[in-house]
């Protein structure tokens, strides 16, 4: 490509932004006359991370890790979360500067890229003011935190011409990439089963009736954003925000982003599914989190079927499901063929078998670095079709999440070995729900002070992505505070 014909693309991206210039909710210092830079194939790619308290410590390490990268700045709205991370940058020659505002770092125009790990409230405003920034963005999962989110992000992605890739690094692994070239080959015959496994014990975040503690030096208005400016009754501000509906997901929504992908990843599909339903409820312990701790949802395609089993208390009992590769434990993932079955037990590799027994095959490796490295190629490619899981793919799996959660919100008391009638009598189904009920029984679960909810079950069009029911409808998108609103594409 030309300069000339690269300065044209640019302009005309910046035209596009320009013309969404109303729907900004802060007013950014991006000259009319002056294109943001896009990223050459032999340039240094300059890179911010935004949110380092938790999994942007990691994105820290990965971007200062490549020898293409300048990791120029962090942007937090604690400054404490910066600090912890101070002494990774001695003996840099240019340290990464601190920016408190989200705003003020976007209007960096020497940014080429963010790289976000913020709660997930703030992913998509982020990521969209980013785009409309002239930047590319790496977003950890869920892209989104409500379903049509995700939809908007890919629509300012195609219409800015950014790139914006999901954190689901087995995506990267050349492992899980061989694992699922296998399960798509027709070598374990048609797959259309799959099963998305979070067996990870989550402990209670405690009950109180204070107010959580704002570190010295946050801005808490900033921490908030889209949500509601009212702050949590719990222990901590930080990290406990995943088990709260108004920042978080819950682990369908944490851990099994990476997962549900995985397995719409082997099924093949790229639409939403028509039938969703989700069961479950937060178990064993009554604290100051209101999402599922334990939660078995249903997604049912024309021709396929995807099971998320996620358990948050201590397994007690090898699961194996009478399968080969268990017992399965951590996060992981079974995809179901008409002649064999394959298994990735972990981000990196799989093991595939036939019914009899016999081992087809194994693969294995992979590193964190390979989906960030995917990221800066198509950075410099400008081609969003070069990454491994592009803003499109993210908004998918990120949905499957959300959908099991509106179901689960919708949902009624009943009591334990009360079922969904959707898919009922499938084998896979009853195996995950006996295994899930004796999983309950074994950590004695008082049912009668933690509640065991059916979620409503939802019919989705695929094209609309919209539900029959308005009640869900209205689950689907959030109400955003004044100065925070997701700018939409008319």
């Not at 027994?357 to 995917?374: D, K, M, P, V």
């Amino acid at each position: 490509m030309s300069l000339t014909r690269r300065a044209f693309l640019d302009r005309t991206a910046l035209a596009t932004a320009a013309a969404a210039l109303a729907t900004r909710p802060f007013q950014q210092a991006v000259a009319q006359d002056e294109p943001s830079k896009t990223a050459g194939p032999n340039d240094r790619i300059r890179v911010a991370v935004i949110g380092v308290n938790g999994q942007g410590g990691a994105h820290v390490g990965e971007w200062m890790a490549n020898p293409e990268v300048d990791l120029v700045a962090i942007c937090d709205a604690d400054p404490n979360a910066y600090k912890k991370h101070v002494k990774r940058f001695e003996g840099m020659k240019t340290p990464p500067r601190y920016e408190q505002d989200v705003r003020k770092l976007l209007e960096d125009k020497s940014i080429d890229a963010v790289s976000i790990a913020t709660p997930n409230h703030w992913h998509a405003l982020m990521a969209v003011w980013a785009m409309q920034a002239g930047k590319d963005v790496y977003v950890e999962k869920p892209c989104s935190h409500n379903v049509h989110e995700g939809r908007v992000m890919t629509q300012w992605a195609r219409k800015l011409g950014r790139m914006c890739q999901m954190g689901v690094q087995s995506r990267s692994m050349p492992g899980m990439r061989d694992t699922l070239e296998f399960v798509k080959s027709g070598k374990i015959g048609e797959v259309k089963v799959a099963k998305a496994i979070c067996y990870r014990r989550r402990g209670s975040i405690g009950l109180v009736e204070t107010d959580a503690p704002v570190p010295e030096g946050m801005d808490f208005d900033l921490w908030c954003g889209p949500a509601p400016k009212v702050l949590p009754k719990r222990k901590r501000l930080h990290y406990d925000w995943h088990w709260v509906f108004e920042t978080g997901n819950g682990d369908l929504g944490n851990q099994n982003p990476h997962e549900l992908d995985k397995a719409r990843w082997g099924l093949g599909k790229q639409e939403l599914p028509k039938k969703v339903v989700s069961i479950g409820g937060r178990l064993g312990y009554i604290d100051n989190g209101d999402v599922a701790n334990s939660q078995v949802s249903i997604y049912q395609w024309d021709d396929a079927l995807l099971i998320s089993d996620v358990r948050g208390l201590d397994i007690k009992t090898k699961i194996t499901f009478g399968l080969k590769g268990g017992p399965f434990d951590g996060a992981c993932n079974i995809w179901y063929g008409t002649s064999g079955y394959a298994v990735g037990p972990n981000y990196t590799s799989g093991i595939a078998f036939d019914y009899d027994g016999n081992e087809l095959g194994r693969w294995s490796g992979g590193s964190y670095q390979a989906h960030f490295a995917n990221f800066l190629k198509a950075v410099k490619s400008r081609d969003y079709k070069d990454l491994h899981l592009d803003i499109e793919d993210g908004h998918l799996s990120s949905a499957l999440a959300h959908l099991g959660n509106v179901s689960y919100r919708l949902g009624k008391e009943v009591p334990l070995g009360t079922r969904p009638s959707l898919m009922s009598s499938d084998k896979y189904v009853v195996d995950t729900m006996q295994s899930f009920e004796e999983h309950l029984k074994e950590n004695g679960v008082d049912f009668s002070s933690t509640k065991f909810y059916l979620g409503q079950e939802l019919t989705i069009d695929p094209k609309t992505e919209l539900s029959t029911s308005p009640e869900a409808n209205k689950l689907f998108k959030r109400e955003y505070r004044q100065g925070f609103v997701l700018p939409e594409l008319s």
